[in-house]
């Protein structure tokens, strides 16, 4: 069961569904023509895929599939979802049609969606497979809203347990010995101050890769978060939180780096002449004014990690180095929660208290004063010399 929409003229749109074939062969079309936005097409094409699974639209009933489901409710939201978010949803809903598709949607039962959620498990990463199993219990909700299906098979299905991910930061002199090479190295000082910069300030590389010059204060000595680039929709948006658009503090040095980053862009951009593409006025762009690559960066910055001679992590890990960093040095988490952008300094604790084993030491060795005090009062009497009695 598939649709398509296409202009008819202003504000005037048709929408042609193919129904199947007929008994003789035929091929079945039903089609509507609606009056005003695109959105308001897509909402009823939406609509007529419900109906059409239902078999009311003139076609003999035929039974739901769970691939026809997922498809309808794919198409129900592809204006509403961000291009990340509905990228990955396609993703996990290839993943669960070559296991499930073919099965009626109606006589889905929980047996069979433990023996394919086993399957994903065995195929994906845990917390790859946790987002496929929510994003196949999105859609089953949503076919039950709309009476395509009269049960959840998802209901008292456990989600994988998802294992901690082990964050291993650089230690203060794994961060030392990086940057000592970062400087002395012959490397683009784009690739250069964006490692500083993600060290430096514990930004996402995709707040990074979406960074203004107008987002930069070089006299405040701060950067503005205002946006994120997509890597799998390949565009800039809000970020997902109001917690996520923050003002972060920068150190002098780095700030440095970044100036050096601006006299080497206006360089490559006079190179370039008319073949470069910055429209947007990037801080980090490719030597013709691009958007850098996520592929290029994560290469560079194992090229630059064999080159200092320390452990290759994921650039996402400078992040927790960051926050490891600030936390050993007993900032408060409420500074490190706001530096990072979370939503609360839980999220910030349940991540890296992990990071703190001798946290409990100071409160310990706090408690312990207080009670040597105490048992050396009892012992004293209040006087401090054993044995008297305090008056």
């Given at each position: 069961m598939r649709g398509h929409i296409r202009r008819r003229g202003k504000d005037s749109w048709q929408i042609v569904m193919y129904l199947g074939k007929s008994e003789d062969g035929r091929k079945l079309y039903r089609s509507q023509t609606v009056h005003g936005s695109r959105q308001d097409a897509e909402r009823v094409l939406a609509e007529l895929l419900v109906k059409a699974h239902r078999g009311e639209l003139g076609r003999a009933p035929r039974g739901l599939t769970v691939a026809g489901l997922l498809d309808a409710w794919l198409e129900a939201h592809r204006r509403a979802w961000r291009p990340g978010t509905l990228s990955l949803r396609r993703t996990a809903a290839s993943a669960w049609k070559k296991l499930i598709g073919h099965v009626e949607a109606e006589k889905l039962g929980p047996a069979d969606v433990e023996i394919a959620l086993a399957e994903i498990g065995?195929?994906?990463?845990?917390?790859?497979?946790?987002?496929?199993?929510?994003a196949l219990r999105q859609a089953l909700k949503w076919g039950r809203k709309r009476k395509l299906?009269?049960?959840?098979?998802?209901?008292?299905?456990?989600?994988?347990?998802?294992?901690?991910?082990?964050?291993?930061?650089?230690?203060?002199?794994?961060?030392?010995?990086?940057?000592?090479?970062?400087?002395?190295?012959?490397?683009?000082?784009?690739y250069k101050a964006l490692f500083r910069l993600l060290l430096a300030t514990g930004m996402r590389l995709g707040e990074a890769q979406a960074l203004r010059?107008?987002?930069?204060?070089?006299?405040?000595?701060?950067?503005?978060?205002?946006?994120?680039y997509s890597h799998a929709g390949r565009c800039f948006h809000e970020p997902k939180t109001k917690h996520s658009r923050r003002k972060v503090a920068v150190d002098p040095e780095t700030m440095l780096w970044l100036r050096e980053v601006k006299k080497e862009q206006a360089e490559e951009r006079l190179k370039a002449g008319g073949e470069w593409a910055d429209r947007e006025g990037l801080v980090f762009t490719s030597r013709k004014g691009g958007v850098l690559k996520q592929e290029t960066v994560w290469h560079v910055f194992r090229r630059l990690c064999r080159g200092a001679g320390v452990r290759t992590i994921r650039v996402h890990d400078l992040r927790h180095t960051h926050a490891s960093l600030l936390l050993r040095q007993n900032v408060h988490p409420k500074v490190v929660q706001e530096r990072l952008g979370h939503s609360s300094v839980k999220v910030t604790l349940d991540l890296y208290s992990h990071l703190l084993p001798d946290a409990q030491e100071p409160a310990v060795r706090a408690v312990e004063r207080v009670l040597d005090r105490r048992i050396d009062r009892r012992l004293t009497g209040g006087t401090g010399k054993p044995g008297e009695k305090g008056n």
């Open positions: 065995e195929r994906y990463a845990p917390g790859t497979a946790r987002i496929f199993f929510a299906i009269y049960q959840d098979p998802t209901e008292g299905v456990p989600a994988p347990r998802e294992e901690g991910k082990e964050r291993l930061p650089w230690s203060e002199e794994e961060v030392r010995r990086f940057l000592e090479y970062l400087e002395a190295c012959g490397e683009r000082k784009a010059w107008q987002d930069v204060d070089f006299r405040a000595g701060t950067v503005h978060v205002r946006r994120t």
